[in-house]
């Protein structure tokens, strides 16, 4: 996920071991505290795309 949302612009932080410490996978976005709808929706729409890609 990580590599694919790059490609599409989109940093993030993909990590796992959410359910019990192993299992489950997660990724961690950080927007900026001041962001407008727009940027919201562009983050949103970067993130289906790249979970499309891989998944």
């Given at each position: 996920i990580k590599k694919s949302?790059?490609?599409?612009?989109?940093?993030c932080y993909p990590m796992?071991?959410?359910?019990?410490?192993?299992l489950g996978d997660h990724v961690l976005l950080a927007p900026p505290f001041v962001i407008s709808?727009?940027?919201l929706d562009e983050l949103v729409h970067?993130?289906?795309?790249?979970?499309d890609q891989v998944i």
């Open positions: 949302a790059q490609n599409n612009g989109l940093l796992s071991g959410t359910i019990d410490g192993k709808n727009n940027e970067k993130l289906s795309v790249t979970i």
